[in-house]
């Protein structure tokens, strides 16, 4: 079993490799094997069924999750679970989920950055997310995993850099028709569903519209300080999303 998922682990270093954006194909590669290994997916039989598999997947959250009230409590100890939960998630629409809005937006924004300034940016953006999710929620020990923080800041800057460029959107309020719209439109309505979400939220961490909310403000904040005048106006559209 080990040398299989080490055979597919070669495969899929070897394509990301030849990419032109080989992070954020090798964040959705790392991701989505994490997911495959680990009990939230449901595939591997070591963890069991039923009460064993959700008894082993609550244990597996807390183990690489942010648990906002032990983070405050034992700093040292914790500093590198947000790092963890980046990784980590809770089910296939919450992977899916993720790993498409990177996928769409991602390639771009690395392209324009630099393969070792968005590492950097999408870890730095990643963690101070969660951590000011954490900070609001400090008293909670639920586990709050997902890379929806660091995502979130990609989409943050992508708007910066690329305002013009059309993104494929499917609107529930308009029976899902894909729909092109430039990205100041649909990238600030996204903003505003997450803050309005975030509001209505009554205890967390369950999902972290306050993470995505911090991680759009400082993606955005960022490539503004490091790009300024020289962000792109006109790009090359992205695949969809």
Known sequence: MISDWGAVAGRIFRAVRGTSAPVTYGLIGL????????????????????????????????????IPAELFAAPAREALSPVTALFVHGSWVHL???????????????????????????????????????AANDTSRQSLVGASGAISAVLGAFLYLFPDA?????????????????????????AAVQWLAAGRASQGPGVAYLAHLVGFALGFLLAWLRFGRRAGRAAPEPGGG
């Open 166 to 190: 059309r993104v494929t959107s499917l609107l529930p309020f308009l029976f899902f028709l894909p729909l092109r719209f430039p990205a100041w439109v649909v990238l600030p309505f996204w």
């Open 96 to 134: 899916l989920g993720n790993m498409l809005f990177l996928y769409v937006f991602g390639a771009m924004t690395e392209e324009r950055m630099g393969r070792v300034r968005f590492t950097l940016f999408y870890l730095g953006c990643g963690y101070l997310a969660l951590i000011g999710y954490a």
């Open 31 to 66: 991701c989505c094997l994490v997911f495959v290994l680990g009990p939230a997916s449901g595939l591997d039989p070591v963890y069991g069924s039923g009460n064993a598999l959700l008894a082993a997947q609550r244990a597996y959250f807390r183990h690489w999750g942010v």
